[in-house]
């Protein structure tokens, strides 16, 4: 069992930054590569981001390579993810998802294992 939980979204305006967290506990949290996803309003989900714990490989969606950067903390088994440059089209509930034994690059390929509950990232324009 993995347990995330999420912090740190909010309001901001259009070409500010912010930064959402998922702390991650479990037995077993470094066999687990750990990703992002966001859905927004009337659309699925979608793939952001994901990283390895051990070597630190990170993948990114197109839509936020350039923005955003994903980084953890393996101390504190912490994964960031810093969003700069916003849009509005950013406005999306952003959740943390944990995936078994998998790479960063097939992190979007099938559904994770574990999801975060989520936090609103809104962007106004």
């Known amino acids: 069992q993995v347990q995330l939980v999420e912090s740190g979204g909010g309001l901001v305006q259009a070409g500010g930054s912010l930064r959402v967290s998922c702390a991650a506990s479990g037995r077993t949290v470094s066999d687990y590569t750990m990703g992002w996803f966001r859905q927004a309003p009337g659309k699925e989900r979608e793939f952001v981001a994901a990283i390895s714990w051990g070597a630190g490989i990170t993948n990114y969606a197109d839509s936020v390579k350039g923005r955003f950067t994903i980084s953890r903390d393996r101390a504190k088994t912490v994964v960031y993810l810093q969003m700069d440059s916003l849009k509005p089209e950013d406005t999306a509930v952003y959740y943390c998802?944990?995936?078994?034994?998998?790479?960063?690059?097939?992190?979007?390929?099938?559904?994770?294992?574990?999801w975060g509950q989520g936090t609103q990232v809104t962007v106004s324009s």
């Open positions: 998802a944990a995936k078994f034994r998998t790479t960063a690059q097939h992190m979007g390929v099938r559904p994770p294992d574990y």
